[in-house]
């Protein structure tokens, strides 16, 4: 943004200059009708056009237009001979959502979008080279690369978001794997240590605050299993057929996900066929193995489904 403005900066007094050379007697108010503001394009005096090279009015001109577009944003952006789209405004977005509006659009509210912004954001970022490419010239800010990603994790359709968003659809895949690949990387999801009982009782303490009846304590997690439907891997894999659940007929990856009190994720595995059971993927995951050798301390336990297997540490429906 430092370069923005100063670049900014520079267009200002380059526009500034070049005002100078108008003759005295023109007036912003003239009577022909035609805007002659500081910032219009058309303002040269006739008088001094043969004093300068075509390449310099036309540099003018062109800065013009771009100072314009800086300061204007909510203008709109030419592409092709006729074709007139509006540039998205982030601010001015954000200025018509209100708070519960902003959370079912992006699945977050304004202050953990901003906390998950901060996190990410130095990833985020682009340099001007790439802005030049763009159609508009105009960089992607990050709070529209956050916003693109969210709202297609949520079930947002590409065509939809390059719409409301103003962006190519190479532009747009491009918000998602950079924001996916942030996140990746910056945010660990990590059961708390199975010693930890501080930690463990922090988490049953939650659990208990959300009973009714407050009928039991201990629970540290709940935990379940979901296919997650993707397209064929090819040759990425050395045996795509596994992916395959002819049950589904899709492919899938198998995840087995735990979460809190306050339905937050803290561990998750995919390591399993996605033709395993669920009870049989646990035992195969790295937390699954340490919780059936007995690693959980007795007061503790997991809460899930039928699909698992009944224990003193894992409580699942069953009869009687």
């Not at 394009?41 to 003018?60: G, M």
């Not at 087995?256 to 339905?263: G, K, L, M, N």
Request: with cysteine; charged share 25%; aromatic share 10%.
């Amino acid at each position: 943004m430092v370069a923005e403005r100063k670049q900014l900066y520079e267009w200002s007094h380059l526009i500034a200059e070049s005002s100078d050379y108008t003759s005295d007697d023109e007036s912003d108010s003239s009577s022909d009708g035609v805007n002659h503001s500081p910032l219009s394009p058309v303002r040269f005096s006739a008088k001094l056009l043969p004093l300068r090279t075509e390449q310099t009015v036309a540099a003018i001109v062109r800065r013009r237009q771009a100072v314009c577009m800086w300061l204007q944003p909510s203008k709109v952006q030419r592409r092709g001979t006729n074709r007139v789209e509006p540039i998205f405004c982030w601010h001015d977005h954000i200025r018509r959502l209100s708070a519960k509006s902003f959370k079912l659009r992006y699945r977050l509210d304004i202050d953990a979008f901003y906390k998950l912004l901060s996190i990410i954001w130095d990833d985020l970022l682009v340099d001007g080279g790439m802005a030049m490419r763009r159609r508009n010239g105009l960089l992607i800010s990050p709070q529209v690369r956050l916003a693109v990603s969210l709202r297609y994790f949520a079930g947002g359709d590409t065509l939809d978001l390059m719409l409301i968003y103003s962006l190519s659809r190479g532009e747009v895949y491009s918000c998602i794997w950079t924001v996916m690949d942030s996140i990746n990387a910056r945010l660990k999801l990590e059961f708390p240590a199975l010693d930890d009982i501080e930690a463990l009782r922090a988490i049953s303490d939650g659990f208990q605050e959300h009973l009714r009846q407050k009928v039991w304590r201990g629970q540290v997690s709940a935990i379940d299993g979901v296919h997650i439907a993707m397209r064929s891997p090819g040759v990425s894999v050395v045996d795509q057929k596994s992916y395959y659940v002819p049950r589904k007929a899709e492919f899938a990856l198998l995840c087995i996900a735990v979460c809190d009190q306050r339905r937050r994720f803290i561990y998750y595995d995919i390591s399993s066929a996605p033709t395993t059971h669920d009870s049989m993927a646990w035992a195969n995951s790295d937390l699954g193995q340490k919780i059936l050798a007995g690693q959980l301390p007795p007061e503790f336990f997991f809460n899930g489904d039928a699909a698992f297997s009944l224990s003193n540490s894992l409580l699942t429906p069953s009869g009687g």
